[in-house]
């Protein structure tokens, strides 16, 4: 009983209903206590951050599950989020206990751009698009980072043909709004090319030929 009083306390310092909690990073056999239950080593080391406060905690894999009941307990229906690389771990919490863990979709933590930024391949659009809109507004050094990081992949990936077309011509992706842009321009240049080849042709007359 007292264990759970000092857990339920811990939490409450660490976390309140609206508060979002996201799971930065996992590794195995960590030395460290965990925050809530104390117990060390930890085999599964997760190491949580409060996006609203900016505070860190390391906790082992059943606390994670234990912190979804209290939820549910507080009538909170909030879920522990993980990034898309932790997939199978996010897998793993819910056959434990359903409802317990979800992949991020978005958040505007420093922290939390930084590690998106850091596997551009799983970035879309819409993530890109929305560090650049909000990273723009800062001027320290560390937000121009990202903004220049998310920038590089705006330029790479040509985002900025997809937000120049007109609403119809966009498709579910903006990849592939772009691709057939691009496409639509390829076969545009080349008939323009064959129709100045076939008008050339036709224009020639033997007084022209200079043999």
């Avoid at 991020?104 to 850091?118: E, G, K, T």
Wanted: proline share 3%; aromatic share 14%; hydrophobic share 35%.
């Amino acid at each position: 009983m007292q264990n759970n009083v000092i857990f339920h306390e811990k939490l409450r310092r660490f976390w309140r209903p609206g508060d979002e909690i996201i799971c930065t990073r996992i590794f195995r056999h960590s030395a460290n206590n965990c925050y809530l239950c104390g117990n060390t080593p930890i085999e599964w080391h997760h190491v949580l951050l409060n996006t609203m406060t900016n505070q860190i905690i390391d906790v082992e894999f059943s606390c994670i599950i234990n912190i979804k009941k209290i939820m549910e307990k507080l009538g909170s229906g909030q879920k522990i989020l993980f990034f898309p690389q932790y997939t199978e771990e996010v897998e793993h919490l819910n056959s434990q206990y359903p409802g317990t863990a979800a992949i991020v979709q978005f958040s505007f933590n420093p922290d939390v751009m930084a590690q998106l930024l850091s596997k551009p391949k799983e970035l879309s659009y819409v993530q890109v698009k929305s560090i650049l809109n909000h990273t723009v507004k800062y001027n320290d050094e560390f937000m121009t980072e990202l903004f220049h990081a998310a920038l590089d992949i705006y330029l790479e990936r040509k985002y900025y043909i997809y937000d120049y077309l007109y609403e119809h011509e966009k498709t579910g992706t903006a990849e592939q709004s772009i691709a057939d842009h691009l496409r639509r321009e390829w076969e545009r240049e080349m008939y323009e090319e064959d129709y100045n080849a076939t008008s050339y042709e036709s224009n020639v007359k033997d007084d022209d030929i200079p043999f």
